[in-house]
């Protein structure tokens, strides 16, 4: 049997074991999905060698851990020194990301976006800020500390701290901190949020299974909105096509992941 695990920091409320075992037992996939609390980064690559696992999922704050751990980072991950999906090739550690593709499943049905906004510069802003970037679709950034948004400025990204940004009109604004995961926060002060999100069209967040205060303002503006749960599914499907070395289609796969968010 094959073993494949989410490793993170926290990892307990991760909806991912539930995701990728539904696929394995619905379509009969000898292979099992586990949750791994690694609070060190560095020991990454030792404890997916350790537990033997054929492949696994990263997620915070270890997922520039994983590019740094990998043998060879494919595809989308090595342009942006993100890794969020493993696999054990032969022995080797081989490194993907597939949380941007995910999130561009998860708004598929926003219609006519050419101008967004990021807020946060995290692993996961970096992700999404590229992929709309290849999309052609103009995007900024505004972050809470000035440090991460070197990366951006070097990618001739507009960036804005809460001491400079200027009211603007947003076709969607995207919440990638992790203001609202386990405390109350706005990701950036209501004076600021609240003229961005009455006047954009779009809000997503990329947190999923509750509605924080970031989205209770969108529905406050009655806001066409989504949580991070398509998101999840999205990059779940990917990262599970990897794990089974696409014996099956993302549509079959889908399905039947779908059915571990009914549980
Ligand atoms: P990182 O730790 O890389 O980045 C976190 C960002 O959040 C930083 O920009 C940080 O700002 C900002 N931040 C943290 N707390 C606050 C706060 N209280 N107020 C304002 N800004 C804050 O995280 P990731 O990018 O990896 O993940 C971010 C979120 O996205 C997490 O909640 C994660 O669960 C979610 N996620 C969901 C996915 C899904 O499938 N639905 C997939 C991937 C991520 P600063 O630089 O100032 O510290």
Redesign the pocket.
Known sequence: MKLFAILGDPVSHSRSPLMHNSVFKNLHVDACYTRVHLKDGSKLKETFFNLGLSGANV???H??AAFNACDEVRGFAKKIGVV?TLINENGKLIGYNT?AD??MYAIASFFNIKNILI????????ALANKFAEENLHVEVL???K??LTYFKELGITTHTWENIQTKKYDLVVN??????S?N????PLEILEPLISTCKFCAD???GKVTPFLQLAKRYEKISKD??D??L???VLANALFIENQFSHDVIKKNMEKSFLL
């Open positions: 997620t915070v704050p997922k520039e969020n949380d995910g999130f807020i946060g510069a995290g692993g996961t802003a970096k972050n809470r500390s440090g991460r990638t901190t992790s203001a609202g995961l405390d926060e706005y990701p950036a990329a947190i999923y991070g749960a998101m999840l999205g990059q779940g």
